[in-house]
């Protein structure tokens, strides 16, 4: 039997703005739509639908994974319980990164740990001269991420990999095709390394919302007694590569005959390396410690988020 759009909202007992966005997700309608026709019928079947969501939302399941989707950067990115849902204060860590690259005509840009892949395909459409990679050691992930590519339009190469592993140091040190430099630009490149990895320590799933600690992938959201494992490790082996003594430097045409690292470490050394990070605002400062130890000659800084917490860490 048809029912109002009005008396069927208020037949919930979620967040009103909640039930308004599942029914517009029901509708195929954006949100407005449920303002404009409050007054409209929709079908039994429509608000059976829509019931079911609501009985899922009550028990915090997260809105994102109810309609399958995400805005992140002015766009809709897919997401499942597989991956992070995207989060409001990463969007900075692109600003950050397309102010540093949007200029450069020689950069590559590694998105490690792309989870849904919205950092990498936003940074791919907004500096269309980068060549973006992203890795994930989740397959699931990497699924998803490929397909919010497909959908966007967006240059993305995916390597299926755990932080700086074998597999992506590979596919880094494939000769790069020659790129038509813009008059100014030096030929000098960069390697920019981005990520949002799980920086949360294990005793926080105690007092997280239920909506994240039940439903989002605990693999996605902490790593170890303090949560610094992760960062500090991509740290280490990203460090490796402005530090190793001895590796000349090696043209493009003989590339092939060195081992991967090897390779890298020489792409490396003639290249500049940045590194932006997302991490937790308590662990900050002991990373940026510990990224002065290991980048003795790049700067250090610290940006914060807009609620005024430290939670980017950039090595340029």
Same mark, same amino acid.
């Given at each position: 039997?048809?029912?109002?759009?009005?008396?069927?909202?208020?037949?919930?007992?979620?967040?009103?703005?909640?039930?308004?966005?599942?029914?517009?997700?029901?509708?195929?309608?954006?949100?407005?739509?449920?303002?404009?026709?409050?007054?409209?019928?929709?079908?039994?079947?429509?608000?059976?639908?829509?019931?079911?969501?609501?009985?899922?939302?009550?028990?915090?399941?997260?809105?994102?994974?109810?309609?399958?989707?995400?805005?992140?950067?002015?766009?809709?990115?897919?997401?499942?319980?597989?991956?992070?849902?995207?989060?409001?204060?990463?969007?900075?860590?692109?600003?950050?990164?397309?102010?540093?690259?949007?200029?450069?005509?020689?950069?590559?840009?590694?998105?490690?740990?792309?989870?849904?892949?919205?950092?990498?395909?936003?940074?791919?459409?907004?500096?269309?001269?980068?060549?973006?990679?992203?890795?994930?050691?989740?397959?699931?992930?990497?699924?998803?991420? +490929?397909?919010?590519?497909?959908?966007?339009? $967006?240059?993305?190469? !995916?390597? *299926?990999?755990?932080? &700086?592993? /074998?597999?992506?140091?590979?596919?880094?040190?494939?000769?790069?095709?020659?790129?038509?430099?813009?008059?100014?630009?030096?030929?000098?490149?960069?390697?920019?390394?981005?990520?949002?990895?799980?920086?949360?320590?294990?005793?926080?799933?105690?007092?997280?919302?239920?909506?994240?600690?039940?439903?989002?992938?605990?693999?996605?959201?902490?790593?170890?007694?303090?949560?610094?494992?992760?960062?500090?490790?991509?740290?280490?082996?990203?460090?490796?590569?402005?530090?190793?003594?001895?590796?000349?430097?090696?043209?493009?045409?003989?590339?092939?005959?060195?081992?991967?690292?090897?390779?890298?470490?020489?792409?490396?050394?003639?290249?500049?390396?940045?590194?932006?990070?997302?991490?937790?605002?308590? +662990?900050?400062?002991?990373?940026?410690?510990? $990224?002065?130890?290991? !980048?003795? *000659?790049?700067?250090? &800084?610290? /940006?914060?988020?807009?609620?005024?917490?430290?939670?980017?860490?950039?090595?340029?």
């Amino acid at each position: 039997m048809p029912i109002i759009i009005s008396e069927l909202l208020h037949k919930t007992t979620i967040d009103p703005r909640e039930a308004e966005l599942l029914l517009a997700f029901v509708l195929k309608k954006d949100w407005p739509y449920i303002i404009a026709y409050a007054k409209d019928k929709v079908d039994s079947k429509v608000a059976k639908t829509f019931l079911s969501l609501v009985q899922r939302r009550k028990k915090h399941e997260p809105i994102a994974y109810l309609t399958g989707e995400q805005p992140f950067f002015g766009r809709d990115f897919l997401v499942n319980r597989h991956t992070l849902i995207p989060r409001p204060e990463t969007e900075i860590l692109v600003e950050l990164v397309k102010h540093r690259t949007c200029h450069m005509s020689r950069v590559t840009i590694i998105d490690v740990g792309t989870g849904s892949g919205c950092l990498a395909a936003t940074l791919a459409l907004e500096c269309p001269n980068a060549k973006v990679v992203a890795s994930d050691v989740s397959s699931a992930a990497l699924k998803v991420a +490929q397909q919010n590519t497909e959908r966007l339009g $967006a240059d993305v190469e !995916f390597v *299926k990999d755990d932080l &700086l592993g /074998k597999k992506l140091i590979q596919t880094l040190t494939h000769p790069l095709p020659s790129l038509k430099l813009r008059e100014g630009c030096r030929r000098r490149g960069e390697l920019c390394f981005v990520a949002n990895l799980p920086y949360l320590p294990s005793s926080d799933k105690k007092t997280m919302m239920p909506d994240v600690a039940k439903y989002e992938p605990a693999k996605a959201l902490f790593a170890g007694r303090d949560g610094s494992s992760l960062v500090v490790k991509l740290l280490q082996q990203i460090s490796s590569l402005c530090h190793s003594e001895g590796v000349r430097r090696v043209e493009e045409s003989s590339l092939t005959k060195i081992s991967p690292l090897r390779r890298l470490r020489s792409f490396g050394r003639n290249d500049r390396i940045a590194v932006f990070l997302e991490v937790d605002p308590r +662990q900050t400062k002991k990373l940026a410690a510990l $990224a002065h130890q290991l !980048f003795p *000659k790049h700067n250090i &800084l610290i /940006k914060q988020d807009l609620c005024g917490r430290e939670r980017f860490l950039i090595i340029v």
